[in-house]
Structures are given as structure tokens and as C-alpha cells.
């Protein structure tokens, strides 16, 4: 069926600085716990600076020549060598524990975040996942994440240290002389204009890599996951030559950014000299004035050039935090995506013990589409009973799969209500909702582990023994022992030393572990051959027993022995009955049985679909 | 061996480059080097009280000028490495991406694609930062040692004096090679840990709907949380030795202070040293002290992306394992036959063989039904057969050559295959279906989606063969993705077509208009059906039936019915539905 992902607005909206203000106050909201440890990081770094300025003291007091030249100057100078030792020592000390304290509350932060993101993506609606790219979420878990940590480990604490050391050394000038001080304030608009002139430019370059950098990165995942394909017919070439078109774009982005950081970094840097040389010009012309002391002169000079270290240091920090407010806008849209599919209201919420589930289901009058304006069922009524086995056919596209997306809860219905056992499933708790209902999808998914695991979806609790019962009864016990270390066996990227079949054999077991009440095949048997979907067949008829089962194929073999058969066509339930009954209605069921025993004797017969 | 040598053909190929970007900035260290000395004469000047308002002019002019060509030759040689950084980055991924294609299947089969991607994201990214900041900092540093070092050699302070306090500095060496390796290997181990926490939440992002239909979110969450936590541990236990090193290299600095406090202050009470070199000897040994720091900082960037580097190194070094021939088919040849004999073969690490002893032959034209299991070994005979994997030396011959020898070109234009997983691009399905050749003429992909049975559900969609495939675009169904994969298959026109299983999500109306039209067009071309129904491999001129990776039985349709064997039992199955029906 052509589900064409909803359109929002929001994919491509831009943040405003409400929401920036927001996501900031979120991410702060990360630090607090680690309030203390901050603390600590900045009194350890205050301590390692000021054991680092004490020395000039120590020397200061060597030099002095009552120490040098008086009677005990040998040992006062080796114990000023060794109290000059001991400060060093100890500045080691501090910077070793604040480099260590730093990075432990930045890497947790980033531990929190990443499990934060992983959560609220797992709990997205299906939806979702349709508009979100693969790549572009795995970025936002490693890449944007990381950057979020260079923010607290590197500029968080430059703009703490550099702005203490930027705000003594302006409380030092103007302590020395106030007109002088008031002149070298004339920096601060000049400083704030590059700033500005620049802000706009260097994040507009920063987005555009960014951007560029995530496609890339989507092309490679999505091509890395065709390879094989790519190799058969034999398109490394001209794969490789598209990726080169995107590898080049993001160069020449990224050089542009460059250029544009560059010269950024350099402004403040030229801007920090001349500054020197107009004190040197200003405070010159005062001292032949006789405005002012040589000596404040001499000391106004180191000061400002100490007055544009902090700031040189802070600048550098520009791109990271450029970085910064991108990463976390795209983190931001994320985590203010809340799910289309929504966890009901306390006050609505009803719960139904998974064990006490009876299994009736009910579509009511269900209206549903996945692009608005292209509705796809129409009003759909479906009552199911009790332990029925329902199969439903219809040609591709007709809708059958958007009853199994609805009755999972994966997308909910426009209109209309779907029901278990007369509680409308918008007010299960979801984790509710997907222990009652089960789904063997058409492609089966297996994670990166062993084969019991994979059954038991690594669910500690339920056994082994469990695990190999299943296998048995779907028949998938002869193929598992095949394998190298048989229910040991690792699997790895999604399984691909199997084939479809096996791995739907595999799937296929996870049922049968998991029991749920209601049971949903979507096209789960396409994979297989008569044989093993006889087996296949064969277990269900053992789990079916006592839950509902909705099956939906197009192989007619799997549904012909159903409670129930349910024609689906362009949205409406155009047949329903047993197969016999079908068959004497004579319409399209019936057709569908025809062609399926003749296709290989009259090829050329055209139906109405 | 091409990966041994990625940063240093790199830096060959960009010598000049690198050159003219550390004599910018030597020029420009040594330029700012005059900016204390003109600060020093100025305040001269003025205490000696001998200077006049031009002069005043002049220092502030000279202080201009310096400040602008130190801005100038610092900013060219910062641009220039971050440029070259970037081209090396351009270049590794293009190596990667390169190297990603000659990859076998078996490959793929072991390592997981978030992996994959982690070396183009995030080890290339290391590397870059640290050559282009590595190298103006490590610029930076040498020249204000080297700088340093001249200065004193220079002044009359003792020769002595100066070793003795320059003493404590030959640790640093030994410090470099003791602590070097252990933080490359702690970097290794990061960098390996955040390349499974990418390949876990790709995984988990994938399986999203698995984990979901089954409440399993708790567990997902549980496992992905353990791969960041083990990120966690592993930068932690790396950032106590980086953080001990850097804290340890300035401390030999310190030491060399001290001895020059102690050893120094004592020439100087004994009349052998001036106070005003004394003074001078702390405050060269004091500017030594920001370099050391800058070296701690560089070296633990060097061998933290020196673990990226060998990363990307190990990658590229891996050989291909399918290794082509130079043999090729004529081009030209429509009628190509295919010739298996004693074929046994067994995945990599797999227990049992997956092929046994498998004999048969295709005649030049002729179509191959293949039917068996699940499990049986048909998938992997298509495999073979387009050198996914490899198979033994002279056991499969295509057109009477040995596949071994064949050129992977020339084996894999002579074949269109159709695969079980119709893997689409995200791109139109234009792009999709023209996959052999983008270049296909508009009515080519018509005719090849006509063949598929797809051709009407396109013209329903807006944009119609330019319509846009994938995560941001239109999701086909099952059915209609095996049918543009078909269709993918059919446009290439090769002379042998490979039909793994192609039509298992086709309703029975479709797959029988689907199979007529195969019967029309493939008329005199080799074509090789897998199917497990056997609809599709009826009107085969030979069929085989393999069972457990042997060959258990041949013969056309009726000459297997009257075995009375698998395919028949297969057959009795199959038909049954149709009894029922009746």
C-alpha cells in the first residue's frame, strides 16, 4: 500500500529563540545534579592557577638580596626550591582532579542524554520513523550527543574561568586608572560588532555542513545496506561517483566554514594587539603629559594583554558552541516531538491484564489515512469474536495492512473507534496494549545476538527450555541445529547468514514465547515454502486454539481453513464468510481461488481487480 | 597495504602545502616574538625619559604592523591546515566509500553497518582535528622551545647551568613512549566502544516495530543503556593517564625551575652568577612551562586519533576476498550456459555445508527451475553463481569459463539478478529501476515496469516514475517493492537472469501475468527461476529439487510428478488448495 508519510509542518521549521531558550534551560537541567562536581571542577581549577601565579612570588623572594646574600641563603634557597616543587605538585594535582572531575559529569550528562533520546525515540508512534531518517537519528544519538558534552566539558567551563579571569583583569584596570580603563571599554562594541557581523554568517555555514554531513552520512548507511545489490550489478561506480557529489559539496561547505571561522578567530586576535598598541599610543602621550605613572603605564600594558587572553580563549569556543545551539535544535525538534500515538490520560486509562484478555476486537466505523486527504479505509466495521481465526485477503494496496498498523496501535484512526473486549485501545496503556496483541510482520527483524535471545527478545526471565520449545513446535528446531553452535549461534547485522525463511521461522517462535491474546500474521508466510509453512500452519493451529488470530495473505492456502475469510477491497469489506461460502458467492474470493490453481494452465486470463 | 599509508600519501601529496603552512606560522611566532622586545624598548625608552611624542607614534606604528602581520601569516597557516585537514577528510571518506564496494557479502555478514559508519564518522573526524589543530600547535610549541633554547645559549648564563636545568626535560621522552601507547590503546577502546553504541541504536532503530509489538522497549533500552555506560567507563579510565600525562609533563618543567632556583641561587651567593642572568634563567625556564603544556595537549590528541588512524588503517588494509580474474565473456554472447559440477560449499564459520556435491547444467536458453526448502541451499547457489561468495576453483563454469577467472565486470553485466529482499534506493523509481544503467531511456523503464506488472500502480502515483522512494519519500508495499525490483532485474536484458524467489509477495493474479510475460521476453535467454512454489517453476525446461543442500531430484515437471518424491509431495500440497477450493 502506498503509505505515504504525513507531511508536517514541523519537518523543517526553525527554532525561535523562545525555544532555544527552552532547550537551553533542558540541557542545563542535565547539569543540575551534578551541581557539586562543577563546584569542585572550578575549585580545583582556581587552586591550580593560583598555585601557578604563588611562583612568581617565590621568586620574587629569591631574588631579593637579603635572602640570597644573608647568612642562611643555601638552605632558604632549597627550601624554596622545594616549596616552589611542592605549589607545582600540587597545581598537578588539581588539574589532574579537575580534568578527571570534568569529564566524568560531562560523559554522564551525555550517558543521561543518549538513554534520555533513546527512550523518547523508541517511544515515538510508527509515523515517526516514516519521516525521520535512519542516519539522521543515529547522528543525533552519537554526534549531536557528544557535542552537547564538548559544551559542558570545554565552553561551560571556558566561559566560567575566562569570564572570572576577563572580569579580575577589568577590576584591575580600572583599580589602576579609570580614564585609561573607560578607553579600553570603547573594545567592547568593537568586540560585540565582530561578534554580530560574524554570529549569523559562521552558523549559517555551520548548519549548511551539517545538514550536508547528515545526507552523506544517510547515503552511506543506505548504500552500505545495498552493497550486495550494488555488486550484482556491478554499480560501484556509479555509486561511487555519487557519492562523490555529496562528499564534494560538504568539502566545499566545510571549506567555507573554514574560512569564515578563520578569520574570525584572527579579528579578535589582530583586534587584541592594536588594542596594545593604542594603550601604548594613549598611555605614552599621558606619561610625557605627566598624567600618569610610568609604573601604571607598565602594568596597564600586561593587563591588557591579559585582557584579551580570556577573550582569545572564549573565541575559541565560538565554533564549538555554534555547534552547540545546532545539535541541540535538532535535539530540541526531537525531544519536543511528542508521539502522534498517545499514552491515554491517567484518568482514561483503563487496564486489562494481559491473562484476562478475552479477545474480542472491534473495528467501528474506522475511517484512517496516512496523507490527509487520501483516506484509505472508509468507514471500515469488523467485529471479530471471541477466539475466531480471520483471514483477510484483498490486492496490495486495498488496506489490509492499515488494520493490523491500527489494531497494534502503531497509527490511530481518524474516526471511529477500534476495541478489545469493548475498551477502545486508545485507553490501554501501550505496554499493555502489545502484550494482549502479537505480529509476525512479512520481514522479519532479528538483533544482533544469539538465536535464544532473539526468540526471547532478551528477556531474561523466560528459559532457555522455553526458547527450544518454541523452536520445536515451528519447526525451526532442525535448521537451528544446522548452524554453527546451534541456540547459540550469533546472529549479526539483522541475520543475514540466514534466509527469510529461517529467519521468519525465527520470528515465528517469538509468538509462541510471548503469547498473546490476539495474534495478527501480516503477509508472514510469503517468505516460506509449502513445506515449512505447513509446519508453520501446524503450530498455529496449536497456538491459535483459544486467541484470536487474524491472518492476512495472499496465498490463499494460508487462510482457506479460517473461521472466516474477510475481502478487502480499496478500503471496504466487500466478501466475508468461510471459504465455501465465498466460493458459492462467486466473486472475488472466488476469482482469486481460481487463478491461484490455474495460474499455470491459463497465464493470460485478465481479472477484475 | 594502500591503508598503511592513507595520512602519509596524504601529506605527500600536500608537502608544499604543509610546508608553506609551518613557515606561516614560524614567520608569524617569530614575528609576535618581537612584540615583548618592542614593549621592552618602549618602557626603556620612556623610564630613561629620552622619548618624544613621534617616538611614541613610532612604537605604536611598529606595534600595528606586527600585530597585523602576525594576524595575517598565523591566519594563512591556520587556514591552510584546516584546509588540508578537511581534504583529508574529502579523501578518506572517498578511500572508504571506495574500499566499502570491494567488500564481500561475508564481510557485511560479520560487521554491522552502525560500525561501518562509525569509522566514516566519527574515526575520520579525529584524524582531521587532530592534524590541523595537532600541527599549529605543535608549530607553536617548537618554535617557542626552539626559540627559547637560542636565547639562552645565547646570554652568558653558564653552559653548565643551563644542562643541569635543562636536565629533567630529557623525561619527557621517555614519559612520551611510556604513556603513548596505553593512551592510543585507551582511545582504541572509546572509539570502539562509541562504534557499538552507533551500531546498537542503528539496530534498535531498525527493529523499532519488533521491540514495540512485543513491549520490549524496557529491555531495547536496557541494552542500548549498557553500550553507553561501557562509552562511559572507557572515557573515564582514558581521561586519568591523558589527564596524568598532561599533569606530569609541565611537573618535569617544574623540577628543571627548581633546580635552577637551588643550583643557580647558590652560584649566585657564591659570586659566580650575576642576579640579573639568575633572574633571566627563571623566566626562560617560566616561558618553557606553556609549551610543555601545549606538547601534553598535542600528543594526547596525536595518539588519540592515532587510534582512529589505525582503525581506518586495519579497514582498508582488508582484502577483497573475492578476487577477480581477467578472463571476460564476450559481450556480445546472448546464449550463455552454466555448468555446476561437484559443487560443495559452506559459509564461513558455519558448521555444516551449505552445498553438497551439487552437479547440473543449464543449456545456452534453456530456463532452470530451482525448488527445495527453506534452508536448502537455493539462495546460496545464487550467491555463487554472481561471486557474493566464492566457490571452489573449477567447479561453476558460465559460457564454458570458470567464473574464478572471470573479471567481476564481466560476470555480473552478463547476469540480472532479482533478489528475495526487493532492497530499494531512496531515490525515484526511475533511478530504482534503471539501476544498471541511470541513463535508460524513459521508455525502457516503461517496458521493464510493464513486464513486472508494476507499471499501473506508477501511473497512480503523482509524480509517477520520478517519484521519490524511501525514508522521505513514498514506503511501496511488499508486493509492490518485489515488482520494481523485478522490474530492476528484467530492464538489464542479460543474458542469463537470476529469479531468486521474485514473486513471493505477489498476489496469484499478478504473479501469473508476471510469469507469462518472463516467458515472453526471456524467449532464448538463460534464465534461472528459484521459487518455492510451483507455479513458478512448472513450465521449466529442467527442474531441480534440492533438499538439505543436496541435489535430490531433476527431471521436468511430469518426470518429477511420476518420482513420486519431494516435488511431488510439494506439488500434492500446493494443488491441495485448489482441491479444497473445488
Given amino acids: 500500500m502506498p503509505a505515504e508519510p504525513k507531511q508536517r509542518e514541523d519537518n523543517k521549521h526553525t527554532v525561535s529563540p523562545e525555544e532555544r531558550r527552552q532547550a537551553f534551560k533542558a540541557l542545563f537541567s542535565y547539569a543540575k545534579p551534578h551541581r557539586k562536581s562543577f563546584l569542585g571542577v572550578f575549585i580545583c581549577a582556581f587552586l591550580a592557577i593560583s598555585a601557578d601565579l604563588l611562583q612568581p612570588f617565590l621568586i620574587k623572594y629569591a631574588i631579593d638580596e637579603k635572602v640570597l646574600f644573608g647568612a642562611y641563603g643555601p638552605k632558604i634557597l632549597i627550601g624554596l626550591a622545594a616549596g616552589y616543587l611542592l605549589l607545582e605538585a600540587l597545581s598537578g594535582v588539581f588539574s589532574y582532579v579537575q580534568a578527571n572531575l570534568l569529564q566524568r559529569v560531562g560523559q554522564s550528562i551525555v550517558a543521561l542524554l543518549r538513554k534520555d533520546l ?227 490520560a491517567p484518568e482514561e486509562t483503563k487496564t486489562l491484564a494481559p491473562a484476562a484478555v478475552r479477545g474480542r476486537v472491534d473495528f467501528n466505523q474506522v475511517r484512517f489515512s496516512y496523507v490527509d486527504g487520501q483516506e484509505v479505509l472508509h468507514g471500515l466495521n469488523l467485529h471479530i469474536q471471541v477466539g475466531e481465526f480471520i483471514g483477510i485477503v484483498g490486492t496490495t494496496g486495498a488496506g489490509k495492512s492499515s488494520l493490523v498498523n491500527l489494531l497494534a496501535r502503531f497509527y490511530d484512526v481518524d474516526r471511529g473507534s477500534v476495541e478489545i473486549d469493548g475498551t477502545d485501545i486508545r485507553r490501554l496503556p501501550q505496554q499493555d496494549l502489545h502484550r494482549i496483541v502479537g505480529l509476525v510482520q512479512q520481514e522479519p527483524y532479528l538483533f544482533s545476538g544469539t538465536i535464544v535471545d532473539n526468540v526471547r527478545l532478551f528477556q531474561e526471565h523466560i528459559t532457555r527450555e522455553e526458547v527450544i520449545k518454541a523452536c520445536r513446535q515451528v519447526g525451526a528446531h532442525p535448521m537451528i541445529k544446522r548452524l554453527g553452535r546451534g541456540y547459540d549461534t550469533k546472529l549479526s547485522n539483522r541475520g543475514s547468514g540466514l534466509s527469510a525463511g529461517e529467519r521468519q521461522l525465527i520470528s515465528f517462535a517469538r509468538i509462541l514465547v510471548f503469547r498473546p491474546k490476539i495474534l495478527i500474521l501480516d503477509e508472514a508466510t510469503a517468505n516460506l515454502d509449502s513445506q515449512t509453512e505447513q509446519l508453520i500452519q501446524h503450530a498455529l493451529s496449536v497456538v491459535a486454539a483459544g486467541r484470536t488470530t487474524l491472518v492476512i495473505a495472499h496465498r490463499l492456502s494460508t487462510v482457506q481453513h479460517a473461521d472466516r475469510i474477510i475481502v478487502i477491497d480499496s478500503g471496504r469489506i466487500v466478501e466475508a464468510g468461510s471459504h465455501e461460502e465465498l466460493l458459492q458467492q462467486d466473486g472475488y474470493y472466488a476469482e482469486l481461488t481460481r487463478h491461484s490453481r490455474l495460474q499455470h494452465n491459463a497465464p493470460n486470463v485478465r481479472v477484475q481487480g | 597495504m594502500r591503508g598503511k599509508t592513507l595520512l602519509l600519501n596524504h601529506m605527500k601529496a600536500h608537502l608544499l602545502f604543509y610546508l608553506a603552512a609551518v613557515l606561516s606560522l614560524i614567520a608569524a611566532n617569530v614575528t609576535y616574538a618581537y612584540f615583548p622586545k618592542v614593549l621592552g624598548d618602549f618602557t626603556d625608552h620612556l623610564q630613561s625619559g629620552a622619548l618624544t611624542k613621534s617616538d611614541v607614534g613610532y612604537y605604536a606604528m611598529l606595534l600595528v604592523g606586527i600585530a597585523i602581520v602576525y594576524g595575517l601569516c598565523f591566519g594563512i597557516g591556520q587556514y591552510i591546515n584546516h584546509r588540508l585537514g578537511r581534504i583529508f577528510e574529502f579523501r578518506a571518506r572517498q578511500e572508504l566509500f571506495h574500499h566499502f564496494t570491494q567488500l564481500s557479502e561475508s564481510y557485511y555478514s560479520r560487521n554491522g553497518i552502525g560500525k561501518l559508519l562509525s569509522y566514516v564518522m566519527n574515526d575520520v573526524t579525529g584524524v582531521r582535528e587532530s592534524i590541523a589543530n595537532g600541527l599549529n600547535q605543535m608549530t607553536n610549541a617548537s618554535v617557542l622551545i626552539i626559540s627559547v633554547v637560542v636565547m639562552m645559549a645565547a646570554s652568558d648564563i653558564p653552559v653548565l647551568l643551563i644542562l643541569v636545568c635543562v636536565l629533567p626535560l630529557l623525561a619527557i621522552p621517555f614519559m612520551v613512549i611510556g604513556f603513548g601507547p596505553k593512551i592510543r590503546d585507551r582511545s582504541r577502546r572509546v572509539q570502539e566502544a562509541l562504534a557499538s553504541m552507533t551500531e546498537s541504536a542503528e539496530e534498535q532503530f531498525e527493529g523499532v516495530k519488533v521491540t514495540k509489538s512485543f513491549a520490549a522497549e524496557n529491555i531495547a533500552r536496557d541494552r542500548f543503556g549498557a553500550s553507553v555506560d561501557h562509552i562511559l567507563q572507557r572515557q573515564l579510565s582514558l581521561v586519568k593517564i591523558t589527564s596524568m600525562f598532561q599533569a606530569l609533563l609541565p611537573f618535569t618543567g617544574a623540577v628543571s625551575m627548581a633546580v635552577a632556583i637551588a643550583y643557580g641561587g647558590l652560584l649566585v651567593t657564591r659570586g659566580q652568577l650575576s642576579l640579573g642572568l639568575f633572574v633571566a634563567l627563571t623566566l626562560y625556564l617560566r616561558m618553557i612551562m606553556n609549551p610543555l603544556r601545549l606538547i601534553g595537549n598535542v600528543i594526547n590528541t596525536m595518539q588519540r586519533s592515532r587510534a582512529s588512524l589505525d582503525r581506518l588503517n586495519r579497514l582498508l588494509a582488508v582484502e577483497p576476498e573475492i578476487k577477480e580474474g581477467d578472463d571476460t565473456l564476450p559481450p556480445s554472447e546472448q546464449h550463455l550456459g552454466i555448468d555446476i559440477h561437484h559443487l560443495t560449499f559452506a559459509y564461513p564459520d558455519a558448521g555444516e555445508a551449505s552445498l553438497d556435491d551439487i552437479s547440473f547444467s543449464v543449456k545456452p536458453g534453456e530456463t532452470l527451475g530451482i525448488v527445495g526448502r527453506t534452508g536448502s541451499g537455493k539462495t546460496t547457489l545464487v550467491k555463487l553463481l554472481l561471486r557474493l561468495y566464492d566457490a571452489p576453483r573449477g567447479t561453476i563454469y558460465i559460457g564454458g569459463r570458470d567464473i574464478r577467472d572471470l573479471s567481476l565486470s564481466s560476470l555480473r553485466t552478463q547476469i540480472a539478478y532479482v533478489p528475495q529482499d526487493g532492497f530499494l534506493f531512496s531515490t525515484t523509481i526511475r533511478d530504482n529501476i534503471a539501476f544498471f544503467n541511470r541513463d535508460a531511456e524513459l521508455h525502457e523503464v516503461e517496458e521493464a515496469s510493464r513486464l513486472a506488472e508494476l507499471h499501473e500502480s506508477i501511473t497512480g502515483f503523482s509524480d509517477q516514475f520520478d517519484t521519490k522512494l524511501g525514508e522521505r519519500g513514498l514506503t511501496l508495499s511488499g508486493g509492490q517493492r518485489q515488482r520494481t525490483s523485478l522490474a530492476r532485474g528484467l530492464i538489464k536484458s542479460a543474458p542469463i537472469l537470476l529469479l531468486d524467489d521474485s514473486v513471493s509477495a505477489v498476489d496469484a493474479v499478478t504473479e501469473t501475468k508476471i510469469l507469462a510475460n518472463l516467458r515472453q521476453s526471456r524467449q532464448g535467454k538463460t534464465t534461472i527461476i528459484i521459487a518455492h512454489r510451483i507455479s513458478a517453476v512448472k513450465h521449466a525446461d529442467h527442474i531441480i529439487v534440492l533438499e538439505d543442500g543436496k541435489l535430490s531430484e531433476q527431471g521436468t515437471h511430469e518426470e518429477l510428478l511420476h518420482l513420486q518424491g519431494l516435488y511431488a509431495s510439494l506439488h500434492e500440497i500446493q494443488e491441495g488448495e485448489g482441491t479444497h477450493a473445488g
Fill in chain 1, 118 to 344: 533513546f527512550k523518547h525515540i523508541t517511544g515515538q508512534s510508527m509515523s515517526f520513523f516514516d519521516r525521520n531518517s535512519m542516519g539522521g537519528l543515529v547522528t543525533n544519538e552519537s554526534s549531536d550527543t557528544e557535542t552537547i558534552n564538548q559544551f559542558f566539558t570545554q565552553v561551560l567551563f571556558s566561559l566560567v574561568r575566562d569570564g572570572l579571569s576577563l572580569i579580575l583583569v577589568i577590576v584591575f584596570m580600572f583599580a589602576l586608572d579609570v580614564r585609561l580603563a573607560l578607553y579600553c571599554l570603547i573594545l567592547f562594541p568593537i568586540i560585540t560588532g565582530i561578534a554580530v557581523a560574524f554570529r549569523k554568517h559562521l552558523r549559517s555555514c555551520y548548519q549548511q555542513a551539517r545538514s550536508l554531513l547528515s545526507r552523506l552520512i544517510a547515503f552511506t548507511a543506505e548504500n552500505l545496506s545495498g552493497m550486495s545489490l550494488i555488486q550484482s550489478f556491478h554499480q560501484e561506480q556509479e555509486q561511487e561517483d555519487r557519492f562523490t557529489n555529496r562528499n564534494t559539496s560538504y568539502l566545499k561547505a566545510n571549506l567555507r566554514e573554514v574560512r569564515a571561522s578563520v578569520l574570525f578567530n584572527r579579528s579578535f586576535d589582530v583586534l587584541g594587539n592594536l588594542a596594545v598598541a593604542f594603550v601604548v599610543w594613549l598611555g605614552g602621550f599621558a606619561v610625557l603629559d605627566q598624567q600618569i605613572e610610568f609604573g601604571v603605564l607598565y602594568a596597564f600594558i600586561s593587563y591588557i594583554r591579559q585582557f584579551f587572553q580570556p577573550i582569545n580563549q572564549i573565541t575559541q569556543q565560538w565554533n564549538t558552541l555554534q555547534s552547540t545551539t545546532v545539535s541541540m535544535d535538532r535535539l530540541w525538534r526531537i525531544f519536543s516531538t511528542q508521539p502522534e500515538v498517545k499514552e491515554p
